[in-house]
C-alpha cells in the first residue's frame, strides 16, 4: 500500500483491542509484515533498525564480559539433536526437518536449528582437551527456527533473531556465577536501554529449559497486564558434557567433564517496546534504540531559508544523535502523526518565525510537551530531554508494574484478582509440579519466576495449603 | 587438541602444496573447523571476528548509499522459487528442502534460501505501489545454503554468510547505475580494506547469474595463479519483476514494471584473506580487518614494572588501535610464532632492557622489519607503520597479479602460457558461447570477465580466430 493511505487508517485504542491495537501499530510503525511463508516475517527497515540498535549494545556488553563470537552451522543432524534425553523431547515435536538436498535424499535428516546446545557440544568435545582451554565464552547471533502454530509479529513466529551464548566452565562454581552474570547483563540491558524494569528470578523445574539443571529469567509486565519472558540464562550443570562427552584434563591430570551455560535474548524484545511503551498514537521508542532519535520539520519549508536552516540543524546535531529532516512534501501536521506512529523521540519544528527569534520548538514524543530552545541550546537541550524522557519512560512503565502487581494470600484471592484486575500475583507456593499445573490449568496463569527477592506473605501455599517453599510471581504470559 | 601441539606442528610450504598449505593455515590460524555436518563449518572466534569488522566496514559503506538493512525469512516455498525459468534452473539443484514442520508433513516443500531473489520480490509486489514507494534499496546479512558436493573451509561450503543486497527502481538506467555504483563498493572495500587489487568487468552470459540481463564482477589473483571471483552484482532489467508481477503506478497513472538488482560478497573473503597475503609461516591480516592489530609481549616478564610497562602501552594504545598483551606463561619465541600464525599485524616487544632505554620494538607481520621506537612515540609509530603496511601488501599483490597477467594473442600462446605459467591470460575472444565452452573444455580456464578497461590485443578470436568482439580475462579460478 501507498505510505499515505496506510497512515490515514485507524489504530484500534489499547483499551479497546490490546491485540488490534498492536497488530496496528506493528503494521503502521512500518516494523513488519506477514510473507507468503506461513508463519514467517519480513523485518522491515523501521524494525530491523530496532533489532540493530539492540545488537549492537548488547554484543559491546557480552564482550566486556569476555564473550567471544563463533557462528555453527544451522543444520544438525538427527542422531545429534537426540543425545540428551529431555532436550530432544522438548525440541523435536517443533523443528522443521531437511530431507533432500539438491536432487538426493539425505541419509540423515537434520533439523534447522531451534537452538544449539547439542551443535555447540559437539564442537566443544572436539576443542577442549585440557583445562588451558577453559573456559569458553562463545555467543552467536543467527536465526533460529520453531514451528509454532500460532504466531504473532516478533511475539512468536517460526522464524525469529536471537543470540545464543554457549559456555564451558571447569567448575560447576565458575558455570552458576556465568549463568547469573549474563542474567544481569539482560537485566540491565532492559532497564538501562530499553526502559524496561524486570523482574530476576529462577523457573521453576516446570518451566526450565529442556536440559537445564536451572533457568534463571527475567519477566516484564506489558500494558495490558500480561507478563513476558524477555532474556534467559540457564545452567546445564554436566549433564549435557556427560551425554556428548565433553571432558578435559584437570591440573592433576585427571579427566573431568565441563560445566555449561547457554543463554538467549530475541526479536521478541521488539514486541516488548511496543506493548510496554506504545499508547494510542502508536509506537513510543526508548531514546538509545529509536534509529532516528531526532526528526527535525520544516515549517513553511517553501520561504526562503527554512529548508537550509533544517539543514544546518540536522548537520550541528548529527555529531551527537540520530537526526533526519522530513522535507518531504506531505503538510507539517500529516508528518507530526506519522512521527508520533513511529514513536521518534523528539520533533524539532523550525519554520520562518523561530528563524527570526532564533530558536526551536522541541516535542517530546511521550508526553507531547513543547521546549522552545535557542539554536545555540538545541544539542545540550535534547540530550538532557532525552535523557529525561528514557527515565520518565522507566519510571512511567515501573509504576504500571507496581500497580499492578497484587498480593494473594489465599486461593479465593488468587481467582479475584485474576477475575477483576490484571498483572502479576505474587503468591506462597507449596513447590509442587502437580500444584503449579492444577494453578494453571484451573486459571491459566503460570509461574513466571521465583523471585531472587523473596518476601515472606505467609505459611502456606496459596492453592493447596501444604507448607510453603518459596514466593512466585504468577501471571499470564505471552 | 590442546594449542602447544598445535603450534608445533608443521605448516606445509605454499610451493609444495598450496591447497594443503590453505588447510594448514586455516586450521592452524584457529580460523574455522570441521563439524557433524558434512560441508558445513564452524567459524571459530579469529575467523568470525574477521568477518565483523568486514561487515562494520561494507555495512557502513552501503547505508553511506542509502541502503537500509532489512531481513526476510531462511525458507521459500517451492511455488515461489518456480517462478522465474533461468533462476529456478539454476538454483533448484543445489537446494536443501525442507518437508516436515514438526510431526506434519509440509503441503508444499520449503527451500532453504540459496539466495533471496523471489522472497524479495514477492515482498516488493506487495510493498510497492507507487513511484512515490521507490526506490527501495535494501540489503540482509545472514546465512544461505547451497548442497555443493565439493567444499572447501570459506571458498565453498554448503552453508555460509554474507550479504544480499536487493533494489527496485522506476527506470533502467537507475537501475544500471545502482549496479555499477556497488559494484564499486566492492571494488573499493577490497583495495581499500582488504589491499587486494581487483579487476571490474561483466561477466559472459554463460557465466552471468541465473535470471540477470547482466553480472558485473570483482575478480582477483590468489598467490597459485587461480581467480577469485570476489563480489557480483546483477541487474535483472524487468525480468523478475514481469515474473512476480512487481509494478508501480507513474506520475501520468500507468501501471510500470520496476527494474531491479542484487549484489552479493560472502565469507569467502576470508579465504581470499589467505591467499592473497599469507605466506610461510601462516596468515598475513591486513591492518583494517585485523581483530587484533597489536600484540604487546613482555619480554623477561616476571621482572619487576615489565608486566605494568606492557599493560601502560597497551592502554595508551587501546585508544587508537585494537591491541592486547600476551601474559601468557608461554616462552616469548613461542609467542612470536604464535602470532605469526595468526597474522597480527605488528608486534611490541618490550623487556627490562627496554625499559631502561625508554623503548619497545616494533616488528611488522608481512616484511620481519623491526624498528626501535621511544615510548612517547608509540602510538604515531604504530599508526604509520600500520598504514604503510597496507599500501605494502597491497602493492606486493599488485605485482604479483600483474606478474601473473599474460596475454595471448593465438591459441599456441593461449596454451602454452596456461602449460608453463599461472594468473590471469589476457585475450581476444568472438563473443560466442560454443567457442567459451569448448576453450573451457579444453583447457579448464573459464572467462573470468569483460573487463571495463578493454585493450585491443588483436583483431580475431584468441581460440576459433573469428572477427574479435571483446577482450577478456580468462584464468582457472576457485
Known sequence: MAKDKK?????????????????????????????????????????????ELIQKNLDERFKATGVENVYLPMFIPESLLEKEKDHVEGFAPEVAWVTHGGLN???????????????FCD??????????????????????????????????????????????????EEAEARTIQMLNVYADFCEDVLAIPVIKGRKTDKEKFAGAEATYTIESLMHDGKALQSGTSHNFGDGFARAFGVQYTDKDNKLQYVHQTSWGMTTRMIGAIIM???????????????????????????????????????????SNFRVKVDDSDKSPGFKFAEQEVKG????????????????????????????????????????????????DMYAKAKAHRDANTHVATNWDEFTDILEKKQGFIKAMW??????????????????????????????????????????VYFGKAY
Open 344 to 391: 521518534i523521540p523528539l520533533r524539532v519544528e523550525v519554520g520562518p518565525k523561530d528563524i527570526e527569534a532564533g530558536q526551536a520548538v522541541v516535542v517530546r514524543r511521550d508526553t507531547r510537551e513543547k521546549t522552545i530552545v535557542p539554536f545555540d541550546k538545541l544539542s545540550e537541550t535534547c540530550e538532557a530531554l532525552l535523557a529525561q524522557m528514557h527515565d
Open 105 to 119: 535424499e539425505l541419509q540423515e535428516r537434520l533439523c534447522v536449528r531451534p537452538t544449539s546446545e547439542t551443535l
Open 430 to 471: 507449596c513447590g509442587e509440579e502437580a500444584c503449579e499445573t492444577a494453578i494453571k490449568d484451573e486459571t491459566g496463569a503460570t509461574t513466571r519466576c521465583i523471585p531472587f527477592a523473596q518476601e515472606k506473605l505467609g505459611d502456606v501455599c496459596v492453592h493447596c495449603g501444604k507448607p510453603a517453599k518459596h514466593m
Open 7 to 51: 497512515l490515514v487508517e485507524h489504530i484500534t485504542a489499547m483499551d479497546e483491542d490490546f491485540a488490534q491495537w498492536y497488530t496496528d501499530v506493528v503494521r503502521k510503525a512500518e516494523l513488519c509484515d506477514y510473507t507468503s511463508v506461513k508463519g514467517c516475517m519480513v523485518f522491515k527497515p523501521a524494525g530491523y533498525a530496532i533489532w
Open 276 to 318: 510496554v511503551h506504545g499508547d494510542d498514537s502508536g509506537l513510543v521508542l526508548p531514546p538509545k534504540v529509536a534509529p532516528t532519535q531526532i526528526m527535525i520539520v520544516p515549517i513553511m519549508q517553501k520561504k526562503e531559508g527554512v529548508l537550509e536552516k533544517a539543514e544546518e540543524l540536522r548537520s550541528v546535531l548529527a
Open 123 to 172: 564442537f566443544y568435545s572436539k576443542e577442549i582437551e585440557s583445562y588451558r582451554d577453559l573456559p569458553k565464552v562463545y555467543n552467536q547471533w543467527c536465526s533460529v527456527v520453531r514451528w509454532e502454530k500460532e504466531t504473532r509479529p516478533f511475539l512468536r513466529s517460526r522464524e525469529f533473531l536471537w543470540q545464543e551464548g554457549h559456555t564451558a566452565h571447569a567448575t560447576a
